[in-house]
T-cell receptor
Framework: RKEVEQDPGPFNVPEGATVAFNCTYSNSASQSFFWYRQDCRKEPKLLMSVYSSGNEDGRFTAQLNRASQYISLLIRDSKLSDSATYLC???????????FGTGTRLQVFP | GAGVSQSPSNKVTEKGKDVELRCDPISGHTALYWYRQSLGQGLEFLIYFQGNSAPDKSGLPSDRFSAERTGGSVSTLTIQRTQQEDSAVYLC?????????????FGPGTRLTVT
């Protein structure tokens, strides 16, 4: 079983749609969780950290369910510029080493 | 402030040659990571440096790969006797554990093509 699993997609959605991505992780000792965004042929960039209580940043909402070892990202009112690959990221055990999922590709169309 | 920088941005080399890739982390970041990403694939962890601790080399794919970090700052990833399967984007990232909760900041990468 992979340490971090994501649906690779692609998710093709129209502008203005709401879309949700899910991610599961296998290591119950993980303490830090993130969503990164990677544009085509670019480096990954931090989108948002994921906190136990859930957190929101504008149109983006992240949720963590420790019991189910499950992380989600919700994007509301999708924009064309949201088209990218979204990487679910979890720290390994209780270390600062991060494990990256292979990503979920989102394509927003007009 | 300045982000993570990497050089060269692109490198084309012939099979069998050695290459060196350089990474300059964000000033003050104690942790430095190297990853590899093949076209359309996820990030593959290669090696990790944290302060003065021995590096975690568990991700290096073969003994042709090595890395060092001098003075706790700049790092060089060396690939000896390159093979075509080494072609990928090599990404470097740095972080300051304890300050930014393990967030990693990536450089733009070096695109390596082995012909």
């Amino acid at each position: 079983r992979k340490e971090v699993e994501q649906d690779p997609g692609p998710f093709n959605v129209p502008e203005g749609a709401t879309v949700a991505f899910n991610c599961t992780y296998s290591n119950s000792a993980s303490q830090s969780f993130f969503w990164y965004r990677q544009d085509c042929r670019k480096e990954p960039k931090l989108l948002m950290s994921v906190y136990s209580s859930g957190n929101e940043d504008g149109r983006f909402t992240a949720q963590l369910n420790r019991a189910s070892q499950y992380i989600s990202l919700l994007i509301r009112d999708s924009k064309l510029s949201d088209s990218a690959t979204y990487l679910c990221v979890v720290n390994k055990d209780n270390t600062d080493k991060l494990i990256f999922g292979t990503g979920t590709r989102l394509q927003v169309f007009p | 402030g300045a982000g993570v920088s990497q050089s060269p941005s692109n490198k084309v080399t012939e099979k069998g040659k050695d290459v060196e890739l350089r990474c300059d982390p964000i000033s003050g970041h104690t942790a430095l990571y190297w990853y590899r990403q093949s076209l359309g694939q996820g990030l593959e962890f290669l090696i990790y440096f944290q302060g003065n601790s021995a590096p975690d080399k568990s991700g290096l794919p073969s003994d042709r790969f090595s890395a060092e970090r001098t003075g706790g700052s700049v790092s060089t990833l060396t690939i000896q006797r390159t093979q075509q399967e080494d072609s990928a984007v090599y990404l470097c990232a740095s972080s300051h554990p304890g300050v930014s909760s393990y967030e990693q900041y990536f450089g733009p990468g070096t695109r390596l093509t082995v012909t």
